[in-house]
C-alpha cells in the first residue's frame, strides 16, 4: 500500500539535481589512472562526481584558511557538502572544507538581520536564529547544504513571491587568491558583491554572510493528493494565493501532490502517520511488474494514490521545509520564464511517458521570485522550475537529453548545481552580466587558483 507520507519524504524528496560534466566524471575516473589508487577519493553526494585530490584541508579560522590559500600548490576548489551534481569541486589538488567555520556570530534585533558563518549547515541555522527571534525567510527541501555552498549555485526553495537564498544576503566576507580578506555589500564593493552571491566558488573563499531574516514564524503545511489536470489547472492561483507552493506529479500515475505552507499561529500538530512502507521503491517495483502496459501501470499507481489521506504538518518554519531524502538519485532542474513553465510541464510529461517507461521518480514543480544577481538563474525573472531524477544507478542521460531539449526550448537557465550539458556560450547567452562576472573573477584571481576543468571549460579561460 503506498500511503502519501512514503512518497513524500522518499519519493517526492527524489526532487532535486546533476550534469553531463566535461570531465572528472566517474566513468572518466574509473577507466584507468593507476597513479590515483592510493589517494583518497572524494565523492559527491549522489556519487556521481569524484576525484583524488592530493590534499583535503579544513583550516580551523581565518588566519589558517589564509595561510593556507596562499601556501597551497596547484587549484583550490572549495567544498560544502558536496550535495551539487556538476563538476563544481573536483580537483587534482586542494579541496578546501570550512565546515570548522561554523554557527551564528552576532544578530540584529531591529532589523531582524544576523551574521552567520558561511561553513553552517542551513540544517543548523535554524536553532541558533530562533534563539535570537529570527528565521530564514525561506529554505529549500534539505537542510544538508553549507550557507556558502547554498550561494555557490543560486539554492532556493519554492515560493512565487520568495527569492533564492542568495538574495536574503546582505553582506559577505571572501578571502581571495592572495589570501586577502575582503567585506563587500551593496555600498562597499558592490561589484564584488553582486557576483559574490551567486559565484560557483570561483571567487575565493567564503567565510562569513549577513542574512537578512524575518521574525520567527510557525508554517502549516497542507499536502493533498490530486489528479495532475486539477493541480495543473489551478497552479498558477494556488502559486499567487500561497506563501509557498509547490506540486509533485508521479510520472504514469495521472496524480500530483500539492504542497501549500503558510504563516500560522495555530499550535504544533502533525496527522502524520507511521509508515514502514519505502514510497520509491514500492514505484520501482510497480514499474518493473507493470511496465508492459502504461494503461494498468497508471490505472494501479492512480488507484492506489486516489487512498492516500491528505496531510497537515503544523511546526517552526525551519523544521517544516526540509523533508529526508534518503534514496539517492541525479537530477536535471531547469529554471523557466514562469510564463513557459505549465507548457514545458506537459511537454516533458508526455516524453517521459511515451519514450522513458522505465522512470519512476517524481518531477518537481516551484516557483521563485526575480532577483538582481548576476548569476541568479532567477535574474529579473519570475520563474518556474521543474526537476526531473533517475535512480542512481540507471543511467539518466538518455531521459534527460530528451527533457533538457525542452527547457532550453523555453528559455530554460540551468540550476547551477544540477546536471546539464549547457556550454558557456549558451550560458553567457542567458546572462547579460556574464563578462562582468568574469571580469571580477579575472581581478580577483588573476592565476586562476580557484578554477577546476568545469569551470574553465564555462568560463573559457
Ligand atoms: C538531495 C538533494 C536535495 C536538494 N534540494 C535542493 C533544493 O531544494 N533547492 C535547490 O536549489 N537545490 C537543491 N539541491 C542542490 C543543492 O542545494 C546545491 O547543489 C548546493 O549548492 C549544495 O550545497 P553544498 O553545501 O553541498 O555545496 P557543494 O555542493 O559542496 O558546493 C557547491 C558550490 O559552492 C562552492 N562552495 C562551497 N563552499 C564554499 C565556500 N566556503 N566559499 C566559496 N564557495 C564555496 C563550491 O565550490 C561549489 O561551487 C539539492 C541537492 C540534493 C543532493
Known amino acids: 500500500m503506498i500511503t502519501r507520507r512514503n512518497l513524500l519524504s522518499s519519493l517526492i524528496a527524489t526532487a532535486g539535481a546533476t550534469a553531463f560534466a566535461p570531465s572528472m566524471t566517474l566513468a572518466a575516473l574509473q577507466a584507468g589512472q593507476a597513479s590515483t589508487q592510493k589517494k583518497i577519493p572524494w565523492k559527491n553526494w549522489s556519487g556521481s562526481q569524484i576525484c583524488y585530490p592530493d590534499a ?53 534585533s531591529v532589523n531582524h538581520t544576523s551574521l552567520i558563518q558561511a561553513g553552517t549547515r542551513l540544517g543548523d541555522i535554524g536553532g541558533p536564529l530562533a534563539q535570537a527571534g529570527q528565521a530564514l525567510i525561506n529554505m529549500p527541501d534539505i537542510d544538508e547544504q553549507t550557507l556558502a555552498g ?4 543560486a539554492t532556493h526553495g519554492t515560493g512565487a513571491g520568495i527569492g533564492c537564498l542568495p538574495s536574503f544576503v546582505e553582506g559577505l566576507q571572501l578571502v581571495t587568491a592572495n589570501g586577502e580578506v575582503i567585506e563587500c555589500d551593496r555600498n562597499h564593493n558592490p561589484e564584488i558583491f553582486n557576483a559574490a552571491r551567486v559565484n560557483l566558488g570561483a571567487l575565493g573563499v567564503i567565510t562569513q554572510v549577513r542574512m537578512q531574516n524575518q521574525p520567527s514564524y510557525r508554517l502549516k503545511r497542507q499536502l493533498s493528493c490530486k489528479p495532475i489536470e486539477e493541480i495543473l489547472e489551478n497552479a498558477d492561483t494556488l502559486a499567487n494565493e500561497n506563501r509557498n507552493f509547490e506540486f509533485y506529479y508521479i510520472p504514469f500515475s495521472g496524480m500530483g501532490f500539492q504542497d501549500t505552507q503558510n504563516i500560522t499561529t495555530e499550535a504544533e500538530s502533525s496527522t502524520d502517520k507511521t509508515d514502514q512502507n519505502d514510497g520509491v521503491e514500492t514505484l520501482k517495483t510497480l514499474r518493473n511488474a507493470l511496465s508492459w502496459s ?121 540550476h547551477w548545481g544540477k546536471i546539464n550539458t549547457m556550454t558557456g556560450q549558451e550560458l553567457a547567452g542567458h546572462y547579460k552580466h556574464w563578462d562582468d562576472f568574469k571580469e571580477v573573477r579575472q581581478t580577483l584571481d588573476p592565476q586562476g587558483k580557484f578554477l577546476n576543468p568545469y569551470l574553465k571549460s564555462i568560463f573559457a579561460v
Open 56 to 108: 583535503r584541508k579544513a583550516p580551523a579560522n581565518i588566519d589558517e584558511l589564509r595561510e593556507l590559500i596562499v601556501s597551497a600548490p596547484g587549484h583550490i576548489r572549495p567544498v560544502g557538502s558536496g550535495h551539487s551534481f556538476t563538476a563544481l569541486v573536483p580537483t587534482d589538488d586542494t579541496i578546501v572544507s570550512i565546515s570548522r567555520l561554523s554557527g551564528m556570530v552576532s544578530h540584529d
Open 150 to 153: 547554498a550561494l555557490g549555485t
Open 294 to 414: 502504461s494503461t494498468i501501470r497508471e490505472l494501479s499507481i492512480g488507484t492506489y494514490m486516489k487512498t492516500i489521506e491528505d496531510e497537515v504538518t503544523i511546526a517552526n518554519s525551519w523544521q517544516n521545509y526540509a523533508t529526508e531524502r534518503n534514496v539517492r538519485f541525479n537530477e536535471m532542474e531547469y529554471h523557466l520564464p514562469r510564463e513557459n513553465g505549465l507548457q514545458a510541464f506537459r511537454e516533458v510529461r508526455e516524453v517521459v511517458e511515451r519514450d522513458f517507461p522505465e522512470v519512476f521518480f517524481p518531477f518537481e514543480v516551484r516557483f521563485v521570485k526575480s532577483d538582481d544577481i548576476w548569476l541568479s538563474p532567477f535574474f529579473e525573472r519570475e520563474t518556474m522550475s521543474i526537476a526531473v531524477h533517475r535512480y542512481f544507478d540507471e543511467d539518466y542521460k538518455p531521459m534527460f537529453k530528451a527533457v533538457e531539449k525542452i527547457f532550453k526550448k523555453h528559455g530554460g537557465r540551468p
